[in-house]
Nanobody, 117 residues
Framework: QVQLVESGGGLVQTGGSLRLSCAAS????????MGWFRQAPGKEREFVAS????????SYADSVKGRFTISRDSARNTVYLQMNSLKPEDTAIYYC??????????WGQGTHVTVSS
């Protein structure tokens, strides 16, 4: 079972930047995509961004397009989320997961991001 560990969260002011990391315990050979999701207080978890393990196809939620960039380092089995121009509404717990067929699995424990106004 692949384990995912997120890191890089913290407190940042509006307009600031953070880079989140998602380290996999091993290469998820059967996973076709890796993704970032977030859950704000009192809200449901929502999709943020994803990237294919093979190739370089990316996908973003409309709310983060142009501000966030997802990337992966295959040699390190790590996926990153570069977050720029952060807004208070980006405050949430950020999770990463691996997609197998159409199912997202191997959820990490999450990393907290707080954007102060």
């Amino acid at each position: 079972q692949v384990q995912l560990v997120e890191s890089g969260g913290g407190l940042v002011q509006t307009g600031g930047s953070l880079r989140l990391s998602c380290a996999a315990s091993e290469r998820p050979f059967c996973a076709n995509r890796m993704g970032w999701f977030r859950q704000a207080p009192g809200k449901e978890r929502e999709f943020v961004a994803s990237v294919t393990w093979y190739g370089n196809s990316t996908s973003y939620a409309d709310s983060v397009k142009g501000r966030f960039t997802i990337s992966r380092d295959s040699a390190r089995n790590t996926v990153y989320l570069q977050m720029n121009s952060l807004k208070p509404e980006d405050t949430a717990i950020y999770y990463c997961a691996a997609q197998y067929s159409e199912n997202w699995k191997n959820w990490g424990q999450g990393t907290h991001v707080t954007v102060s106004s």
